[in-house]
């Protein structure tokens, strides 16, 4: 009598490496962000000054907002391709909240709406730019992690799961094969 597999090597290896996959995949996709992300235009002496520091930024970007300024809005964020945004009159830049390695993140409050809203800036190229959240920035804030991490867990313990329920299922049915067989 030939013994049935209770697991399938392949898939249950498949199905754990699957997250590493998909790490690859982030990370690919924040390096071509990365490569493309910024304009050399908004990196010379002029730009490098205007933006000497992180509080430079963040009020340009007060500005932009509360104006409808796409050109500050692209020039505080050093790229011509940042996402749109709503010009909203009653943003106001409230305070530096907090700092993760490079990244100075700051508070925008609306004071009509009482919604806040997280920017973040970070040096580059020997000033200081806004970064979208973006792949890019999950990645190289290291943000990823976060939500990345506990994901690859629950992940693995379905696939545990998943494979004991598989494996429990296929002994279970070689049971009942061999009581019926015999019985008959």
């Known amino acids: 009598m ?14 754990l490496i699957l997250p590493f996959i998909a790490i690859v995949v982030l990370f690919a996709v924040a390096g071509v962000q990365a490569a493309t992300r910024y304009d050399a235009t908004y990196f010379n002496a002029e730009y490098d000054a205007r933006y000497s520091s992180p509080g430079l930024v963040a009020a340009d ?39 993760q390695g490079e990244y100075f993140n700051y508070l925008f409050f609306d004071f009509r709406t009482y919604n806040r809203y997280t920017y ?38 379905l696939v545990l799961l998943y494979t004991a329920i598989k494996a429990l299922s296929r002994y279970m049915a070689g049971v009942r094969d061999q009581m019926y067989r015999h019985s008959t």
């Open 120 to 157: 973040h800036v970070k040096p580059i190229g020997g000033r200081y730019a806004a970064v979208d959240e973006s792949v890019y920035y999950y990645v190289d804030s290291g943000r990823w992690n976060i939500t990345v991490m506990p994901l690859m867990y629950v992940w693995w313990l």
């Open 61 to 99: 970007l007060e500005s932009a907002l509360r104006s409808g300024d796409e050109a500050l809005w692209h020039a505080a964020h050093a790229t011509s391709y940042t996402p749109t945004f709503e010009p909203n009159p009653n943003m106001i830049f409230a305070t530096l909240l907090d700092t």
């Open 2 to 15: 030939k013994r049935q597999k209770l697991v399938d090597r392949r898939q249950f290896i498949g199905l």
